[in-house]
C-alpha cells in the first residue's frame, strides 16, 4: 500500500510583495517501508515538500495523499488526528524543549495527543523508547546536559513513540560530526528494517543518501528529470 504520494503539486509562498515558488508539479509517490532521501541544494523545496507530506501544509495546488485520504478533505481535527496516528517527525535542530528530561520530552507527544494508556502506561512507553535509542541511563538529563548526538537520539525515540507509520527527518545528521550521524543512520536503519517504518528524509548528507532505497533530487523546485512546465 503507498504510504504517502503528491500529486502535481506546486507550492507558493508570499514574501511582502514577491510571490515565491518553493514546489513546482511535483509528482512523487514512496511505498510503505522505504528509507528515501531527497536531496538538493538549499532553497531547492526539500523541507516545503516534507511539511506538505506530514501534513503541516497544504500545497497551493495539486493533491497530497496519506494513505488512500486525499488531505484536501480533512478537517482541521482529522488532520492532527491523522498526524498523530501515521506520522512522526525529526529536526535538524532537534526541537526538543529544553526545560523538560530527556524522557519527559519523549512522552510528551502521547500527553499532546491524549495517546498512552493513562499517565504510568506511557512513562513505561517513553522509558522503552529511550532504551531503543541507547539512553535508557540519561533519561532523567535535559537538552543541556545532552550531546548533540544524544539530543538527536531522543528526537528520534520522540517521533517513534507513538509507532508511526511515516517518520519525517529534516537534515537529521546536518549538525552532527560523522561518527555521531554514521550511529544516527545505523539507528534509523534498523528501525526501518525491524519495524517496516517509512523514512523520508531531506538531506545534504552523502551518507544518508548512501543508505537510502532511493534518492530523489529536487532542483529549484523540481524533481530532476521532470519536464519543465509550460
Known amino acids: 500500500m503507498r504510504s504517502v504520494g503528491v500529486f502535481d503539486v506546486t507550492k507558493e509562498y508570499e514574501l511582502g510583495r514577491t510571490r515565491v515558488t518553493a514546489l513546482r508539479g511535483v509528482t512523487l509517490e514512496v511505498e510503505r517501508g522505504e528509507f528515501m532521501a531527497v536531496a538538493g541544494p538549499s532553497g531547492s523545496g ?80 517513553a522509558r522503552r523508547a529511550l532504551e531503543e535509542v541507547g539512553l535508557g541511563d540519561f533519561a532523567r538529563h535535559r537538552p543541556d546536559e545532552l550531546s548533540g548526538g544524544q539530543r538527536q537520539r531522543v528526537a528520534v525515540a520522540r517521533a517513534l513513540v507513538t509507532d508511526p507509520v511515516i517518520v519525517l527527518a529534516d537534515e537529521p545528521t546536518a549538525n552532527l560530526d560523522s561518527a555521531t550521524g554514521d550511529a544516527i543512520i545505523s539507528l534509523m536503519l534498523d528501525l526501518n528494517r525491524r519495524d517496516g517504518t517509512t523514512f523520508i528524509f531531506s538531506t545534504h548528507d552523502a551518507r544518508v543518501m548512501a543508505h537510502a532505497h532511493r534518492v530523489v533530487h529536487l532542483d529549484d523546485g523540481r524533481l530532476a528529470g521532470a519536464p519543465p512546465l509550460i
Open 46 to 125: 526539500k523541507s516545503t515538500l516534507l511539511n506538505l507530506m506530514g501534513c503541516l501544509d497544504h500545497p497551493t495546488s495539486g493533491r497530497v495523499v496519506i494513505g488512500e485520504e486525499d488531505i484536501a478533505s480533512l478537517d482541521d481535527d482529522a488532520l492532527s488526528d491523522l498526524r498523530a496516528r501515521e506520522i512522526g517527525f525529526i529536526f535538524q535542530t532537534f526541537n526538543l524543549i529544553p526545560v523538560l528530561s530527556a524522557l519527559e520530552n519523549v512522552e510528551f507527544p502521547l500527553l499532546f495527543q491524549g495517546r498512552g494508556g493513562g499517565r504510568a502506561a506511557g512513562r513505561a512507553r
